[in-house]
Structures are given as structure tokens and as C-alpha cells.
């Protein structure tokens, strides 16, 4: 005895929602992944030098504005005592870091010295000022 099939076709809707999901888990992916890199929002006069060079080494910034603030590596520090703080953990992660102090150009000399000595007091023995480049 032969039967007959009957193929039935049966209408489907195509759901999306987890398409959508997956887009939503790729997207959080690379956001969270990729490293992100923020210009320095705080503007200083940096002097001007004859020589100067470009730096491409990882570094620790920080910088000295004329009204006094202090920012180590992109965050306001209140005291002394917070800069040295991050020096220290900056020492604790890299066994010789680079230290680039941009110090605006009516910060006083004996400002920057005693944040140069802070650091070599530390152990940190890189230790470079930024400057332009000499206008011609």
C-alpha cells in the first residue's frame, strides 16, 4: 500500500530579536576591547627649546598649569602627596619609566625642580621636560 504525502509548508515568521542580540554582544565587545586615547584637555604654554625630541616611548605625564593644578597622567591631583602616590604605583607597574613633565611656561622653575626631585626621590630615573619647537 502506498501512501501520499501531503508536504505541508508552513509559514514562519523570521525573528530578529536574536540577531539584534548578537549585534548588541559584538558592539559591546569592541567597545569594551579598544583602547581609547584622550588628548590632554588642559592647555599650558610649554617653552620653546633650540632641540627638542619626539618621544615614542610609553610615558607618564605630568603637567603643571600657571594657576597651580596639577595633573598626573590626564587627572587632577590635589597635593603632592597624590603625585607621589601615582609616581610610586607608576614605578610599581614599570621598573623604569619615562616621566615627561609639561610645565607651563610661567610655572616657576623651583615648582618643577621639587616635582623633579620628588620623582627622583622615588627611583624614577627617566625624567624629560617638554618643550616646542623653536619658531623661525
Known sequence: MKFKRRAQRIAGK?????LLDVIFLLLIFFVLSS??????????????????????????TVILTKSGLIFFDGRKINNL???NFGLELALSKDRNPLVIIKADEAVSQ??????MGLAKKIGIKKIALATEPKRE
Open 81 to 83: 602627596e597624590g603625585l
Open 110 to 115: 623651583s615648582r618643577v625642580m621639587k616635582i
Open 14 to 18: 523570521t525573528d530578529l530579536i536574536p
Open 35 to 60: 583602547r581609547f586615547i584622550f588628548q590632554s584637555v588642559v592647555s599650558v604654554n610649554l617653552p620653546e627649546a633650540i632641540t627638542s625630541e619626539i618621544e615614542n616611548q610609553d610615558h607618564h
